[in-house]
């Protein structure tokens, strides 16, 4: 499969906009707080992230939406849209991560994602890692991903991906207020 993909030049850190099935991966917009505060506000996709906190505060999205705006920082953050095939315009978020303090020089990146709960089980977050990894925007030679040991989903996810299970840790979740057992796994792209 050919995907039609003008990546960003190396000296700008404008996101690519990115094919994935029925929908795309785009940059965030102002215009997508609403749904990101309806949609993270839900007690499931917050005790399904580490930073995401339940209730979600006044504000909070809109924090969110300014900070995946500014480009040049660590993260890379791309709404799930879903307009193009009559579906809701964020469907849910996926985002890579820069691992090292100097601008990719190890080439590790960390990828996150949450799915809008009306949409589980309908491989969309499938749809968005396969996408995202297939274009590799950053050029990353090995992608991570940690998960909740109580969602196995995101685990399959990630394994139909490709992704390698590496171990068990912990991670602390800010909206369960508690250490949460995880497990890591790592792509090797290069």
């Known amino acids: 499969m050919t995907?039609?993909?003008t990546l960003?030049?190396?000296e700008t850190d404008a996101q690519p906009e990115i094919p994935a099935g029925p929908f795309v991966l785009r940059p965030v917009r102002r215009s997508d707080a609403g749904l990101?505060?309806?949609y993270?506000?839900?007690r499931r996709?917050?005790?399904?992230t580490q930073t995401i906190p339940?209730?979600?505060?006044?504000g909070a999205a809109e924090a969110f939406v300014a900070r995946a705006m500014k480009q040049g920082g660590v993260e890379d953050i791309w709404v799930i849209d879903g307009t193009a095939a009559g579906?809701?315009?964020v469907l849910g978020v996926i985002s890579l991560k820069r691992m090292d303090e100097t601008k990719w020089n190890r080439g590790q990146s960390e990828i996150g994602y949450w799915v809008a709960p009306a949409f589980w089980n309908t491989g969309i977050a499938s749809q968005a890692v396969r996408a995202l990894i297939t274009v590799n925007p950053k050029c990353s030679r090995s992608i991570f991903a940690e998960v909740?040991?109580?969602n196995p989903g995101s685990a399959r996810v990630l394994t139909n991906a490709g992704f390698q299970y590496l171990g068990d840790a912990e991670s602390f979740s800010v909206a369960r207020n508690a250490r949460v057992p995880t497990w890591t796994y790592i792509l090797t792209l290069a």
């Open 87 to 89: 579906l809701a315009e």
């Open 54 to 58: 339940h209730p979600l505060p006044p």
């Open 148 to 150: 909740f040991q109580d």
């Open 36 to 38: 990101f505060a309806l």
């Open 8 to 10: 960003p030049r190396p």
């Open 3 to 5: 995907l039609n993909v």
């Open 45 to 48: 996709v917050a005790e399904g």
């Open 40 to 42: 993270a506000g839900d």
